[in-house]
Structures are given as structure tokens and as C-alpha cells.
């Protein structure tokens, strides 16, 4: 169940985050569709840690649980720094948790034995 939680809220933030990078910026959608990415990366961040990593570090945990705290962060500190107006600081969170998103399905996509690559590689 948390894995269809997970993959549903990561392709709305896949989807939403790609909109935001091209549509205008400050606008009431704008904000509307930011703050809907914003709860999808929480969702996404945080499903994922009743999923087991690939890589087992540490009771089920791995090197992409950390991308999950850092997305977390990323959230909080471009929330802060936009509602104090800091947008240059938002921007480059926000972007950078983007990109984190972009990359972790690309992986989840491209590593054989994960669920991504088992239904587009068969």
C-alpha cells in the first residue's frame, strides 16, 4: 500500500514540479499548485520510509532514505525562505529537490529488480 502511496504522490510532485519550472512565477496558481507540490513531496519523502531500500544499510534503510530526509529539508527551508521573501533561496530548494525527484525515478526506473523497472522493462 505505502508503495502506491509513494508512487502516486512522487509522479503528482514529477508532474507539478515540471509545470512550476515553466509557468510563471508568483502568480495565486503559482502558489496554489506549489503548495499541492509541496504536501506530494512530503507524501513522497515520507511513504518512503515504509518502504525497504534497495540497498540495505541499516534495518531496511539506504543511500535513497537520505534523499528522503533531504527533500524534507529542502521543503521546510524553501517554505521559510519564500514566505520571507528570500525567493532566490526558494528557487534553488525548490529546484533542488525537484532535480532529487527527477533523479531518484530515473534510478527506480533504470535499476533492474525495482518495481518501475519491472513494469516498463518487463
Given at each position: 500500500?505505502?508503495?502506491?502511496?509513494?508512487?502516486?504522490?512522487?509522479?503528482?510532485?514529477?508532474?507539478?514540479?515540471?509545470?512550476?519550472?515553466?509557468?510563471?512565477?508568483?502568480?495565486?496558481?503559482?502558489?496554489?499548485?506549489?503548495?499541492?507540490?509541496?504536501?506530494?513531496?512530503?507524501?513522497?519523502?515520507?511513504?518512503?520510509f515504509?518502504?525497504?531500500?534497495?540497498?540495505?544499510?541499516?534495518?531496511?534503510?539506504?543511500?535513497?532514505?537520505?534523499?528522503?530526509?533531504?527533500?524534507?529539508?529542502?521543503?521546510?527551508?524553501?517554505?521559510?525562505?519564500?514566505?520571507?521573501?528570500?525567493?532566490?533561496?526558494?528557487?534553488?530548494?525548490?529546484?533542488?529537490?525537484?532535480?532529487?525527484?527527477?533523479?531518484?525515478?530515473?534510478?527506480?526506473?533504470?535499476?533492474?529488480?525495482?518495481?518501475?523497472?519491472?513494469?516498463?522493462?518487463g
Amino acid at each position: 500500500m505505502y508503495t502506491y502511496i509513494h508512487l502516486t504522490a512522487a509522479l503528482w510532485a514529477l508532474l507539478v514540479g515540471l509545470v512550476q519550472l515553466f509557468r510563471s512565477k508568483g502568480t495565486t496558481l503559482h502558489k496554489g499548485l506549489g503548495w499541492s507540490w509541496m504536501a506530494a513531496m512530503i507524501i513522497t519523502s515520507l511513504s518512503s520510509f515504509w518502504i525497504s531500500g534497495f540497498i540495505d544499510w541499516f534495518y531496511g534503510y539506504g543511500p535513497i532514505h537520505l534523499l528522503s530526509l533531504w527533500v524534507l529539508i529542502c521543503v521546510v527551508v524553501s517554505v521559510r525562505a519564500a514566505r520571507r521573501g528570500n525567493i532566490r533561496y526558494h528557487r534553488s530548494f525548490a529546484v533542488g529537490a525537484y532535480l532529487g525527484t527527477v533523479g531518484a525515478a530515473m534510478g527506480a526506473v533504470l535499476m533492474p529488480g525495482r518495481l518501475l523497472h519491472e513494469l516498463f522493462f518487463g
